[in-house]
């Protein structure tokens, strides 16, 4: 069963998503409040692959809870909802470690269409996890255990959620090749993702920050200009 947690301070607009996710097939956790959310996703017994995040929440907002859930997992999808004009919060939620926005009002099949593709995308990441292949690869200072889905650099663990590993997987495994942003979001966020380009920048300045010594001047992931990045080790 697909699982998401809903997290929906209105209830006429939490009626409608729960509805519509039911409907396509989805096991809905619902929450009322960020607090709630944190505490019915620490109650499951079979925790949420994906949740939904309004921002603006009562207490704890979106950030808050997007960055709670994070900590207790790299590997769940995370969709933050937000207005048409908080362009500042679509980011913000992307650096706490959000996966995709949704702007509101939104259609039932967009919303559906944005939730089933991260589903897919974080199924596929799972059940690659539980196929050993590659075990290791090297660049640099920088070891990528693709079984132990770790990074490590000068022997020290870094941080990544799941999405950024695949990102750093997708640039390992083409080290020193121009990718574009295209190429990246094809990858990562599924061919059928159909949201906007610039959430490639937003999660490599991200990554930047976990893994360069000055993320105002990497040395690793190197900018091309009017095409996207390339992998420098």
Same mark, same amino acid.
């Given at each position: 069963m697909k699982r998401i947690l809903v997290c929906e301070d209105e209830?006429?607009?939490?009626?409608?998503?729960?509805?519509?996710?039911?409907?396509?097939?989805?096991?809905?956790?619902e929450a009322g409040s960020g607090e709630e959310a944190l505490e019915r996703y620490d109650r499951a017994d079979e925790k949420p692959d994906i949740a939904l995040l309004d921002i603006m929440l009562p207490g704890m907002d979106g950030f808050a809870v997007c960055r709670g859930l994070r900590e207790r997992s790299d590997s769940m999808g995370i969709i933050m909802l937000t207005a048409r004009t908080q362009e500042m919060e679509k980011v913000g939620g992307l650096m706490m470690g959000a996966d995709d926005y949704v702007t509101k009002p939104f259609s039932p099949s967009e919303l559906v269409a944005r939730v089933d593709a991260l589903y897919r995308r974080v199924d596929a990441a799972r059940q690659r996890y539980e196929v050993q292949y590659l075990e290791e690869i090297r660049q640099g200072d920088f070891v990528l255990n693709l079984r132990n889905r770790t990074l490590l650099r000068d022997g020290k663990p870094v941080?990544?959620?799941?999405?950024?590993?695949?990102?750093?997987?997708?640039?390992?495994?083409?080290?020193? +090749?121009?990718?574009?942003?295209?190429?990246?979001?094809?990858?990562?966020?599924?061919?059928?993702?159909?949201?906007?380009? +610039?959430?490639v920048d937003v999660n490599i300045r991200r990554l930047r920050m976990k893994i360069e010594v000055n993320p105002s001047s990497p040395e690793h992931i190197m900018t091309v200009w009017g095409l996207g990045y390339k992998w420098n080790a």
């Open positions: 209830v006429s607009i939490r009626e409608f998503v729960v509805i519509n996710l039911r409907r396509s097939g989805y096991d809905v956790i941080e990544l959620t799941q999405l950024e590993f695949q990102i750093i997987e997708y640039f390992f495994t083409n080290p020193g +090749k121009p990718l574009s942003r295209t190429d990246i979001l094809h990858r990562v966020w599924g061919e059928d993702y159909f949201g906007e380009e +610039k959430i």
